[in-house]
């Protein structure tokens, strides 16, 4: 490196990893507010141990042996179907989610399961002691001598030490807390985050160990957020919930070797993550009976249905411009449904406050839950119940009318085995629903018809 040359510094986005050369106040990548920080651009990184260092391997795909045997099972079923089957060895996997989510605990209970497997694990903490992690250990079960654990920071020994002992899955808990000694600026900085994880990348890809990175979720500060590396590695989970309640969802967003989309549901407990097999009743938990504005929808989050419970609060304004808010669905969407129900049925909602809640906690973005949405507000709005053995589901589109939506018979299956008796479904699926035994299907071409059916 040249010494005679002024260091530089340049801005990074801490949300998204988008670099400038000035500070600007919002990204012009992902549109977010005051999230530039300043580092200094002078990166030092030894490339030891590439895989320059070997003769390439070059291979028909006809000649390339792959198996499902490949993927390592945890035995945790719902981790292992968000994860396409199992883990893939010398994969990067990124888990993300907020501080105090329950990641450490997740990724503990992974390497509990698998060392039970006699799959060799080395989990770094960056965050934590020893005793610390071993108190947490005692809670969740007993540990196999396969597992073992170490307190570092230090990226460049972390890759030493690796490849000195090759166990078959490495956590890092978290990369906001790792450094390199070539990176000068503070760990958790874009350009530390960003290339820790090359060298983590190095370590899975070079040696065919599985890896696995915590990254915390930030809301402000220089600390660099999981989104800068999503691009890099291999797959993407998110660990999402309420911190308040007991249950947690975990969310693949991006995979390179199985489906995204996929959730697994999990209830924190004293003794940790406990699997929940079936969600839907379990979203459906401690309904209210007979109050107006709620109804339950479907939603398809991967190859699974979930039964889920809408909340709508219609009251009039008490000030000029009326509320609308929305959790664990888009505002926008409560906007535009809102808007179809004045101009398309005739429901004056202008002067009222609007909220909508999807129960549990879960965030929903499919549109099939529009039709149930819809039906809550005027459910609210009329103070009108809608029977609790009813379901609805379909898209509406802009001029009122209800649309088909993927996977029907999936959803409706699933709504007969948790008792529901009326299911309002979209006019397009008559064909493929003829006969359906147990429960009534009422099909609807649009809000004004469903509406007409609900009560
Ligand atoms: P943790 O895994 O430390 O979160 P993260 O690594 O994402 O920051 O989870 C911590 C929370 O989980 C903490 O609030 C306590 C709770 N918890 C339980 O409720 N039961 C348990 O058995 C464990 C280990 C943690
Ligand atoms: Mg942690």
Not at 27 to 34: G, I, R, V, Y
Not at 242 to 245: F, G, L, M, T
């Given at each position: 490196m040249n010494k005679n040359v002024k260091s530089k510094s340049v801005f990074f986005c801490t949300e998204c990893g988008y670099e400038s050369a000035k500070w600007m106040g919002?990204?012009?990548?992902?549109?977010?507010?005051?999230t530039f920080s300043e580092e200094p651009v002078n990166v030092n990184v030894s490339k030891k141990g590439?895989?320059?260092?070997k003769p390439p391997v070059i291979m028909k795909i006809s000649e390339i042996s792959m198996t499902e045997e490949d993927k390592i099972t945890t035995g945790i079923t719902e981790f292992d179907r968000v994860m396409g089957g199992g883990i893939v060895p010398g994969s990067l996997t990124l888990v993300g989610g907020d501080?105090?989510?329950g990641k450490s605990t997740l990724l503990l209970q992974v390497c509990m399961h698998l060392g039970r497997k006699n799959n060799r694990i080395l989990y770094i903490s960056g965050e934590e002691s020893l005793k610390q992690i071993k108190m947490r250990a005692v809670r969740l079960g007993d540990f196999p001598d396969a597992v073992e654990l170490m307190c570092e920071t230090n990226l460049d020994r972390i890759e030493e030490i690796v490849s000195l002992r090759k166990p078959d899955t490495v956590i890092i808990d978290s990369i906001q807390t790792m450094y390199l000694d070539g990176v000068s600026s503070a760990p958790g900085s874009v350009s530390q985050v960003r290339e820790s994880t090359g060298v983590l990348m190095r370590i899975a890809k070079g040696l065919g160990i599985s890896v696995f990175i915590v990254g915390h979720v930030t809301k402000e500060g220089t600390v660099a957020g999981p989104r800068v590396l999503e691009h890099m590695v291999d797959t993407v989970l998110y660990f999402e919930g309420?911190?308040?309640?007991s249950y947690r969802i975990l969310r693949g967003v991006k995979n390179r070797f199985g489906a995204t989309d996929e959730i697994g549901v999990f209830e924190m407990r004293e003794n940790g993550l406990n699997e929940v097999l079936n969600p839907s009743e379990f979203m459906l938990n401690g309904r209210p009976e007979g109050a107006g504005g709620c109804i339950v929808s479907c939603s398809m989050e991967g190859t699974r249905p979930i039964l889920i419970e809408i909340q709508a609060l219609v009251s009039p304004t008490n000030f000029g411009i009326p509320r609308r808010q929305a959790q664990g669905t888009d505002i926008n969407k409560l906007n535009l449904l809102m808007a179809v129900l004045e101009k398309r049925v005739g429901i004056s909602l202008g002067n009222c406050d609007a909220y909508v809640n999807i129960a549990g906690g879960i965030k929903v973005s499919e549109p099939a839950i529009d039709l149930g949405i819809v039906l809550s507000i005027v459910s609210s709005f009329r103070n009108k119940p809608i029977p609790a053995d009813t379901i609805a589901f379909g898209e509406v589109g802009l001029s009122g009318e209800v649309r088909s939506v993927s996977q029907i018979e999936g959803r409706i299956g699933e709504a007969r085995k948790l008792g529901f008796k009326k299911c309002i479904v979209p006019e397009s699926a008559r064909e493929s629903l003829k006969n359906q035994k147990g429960i009534e299907t009422v099909f609807v071409k649009s809000v004004a018809d469903a509406i007409n059916c609900a009560f």
């Open positions: 919002q990204c012009p990548a992902c549109k977010n507010w005051n590439s895989f320059s260092d501080p105090g989510i309420d911190r308040h309640a």
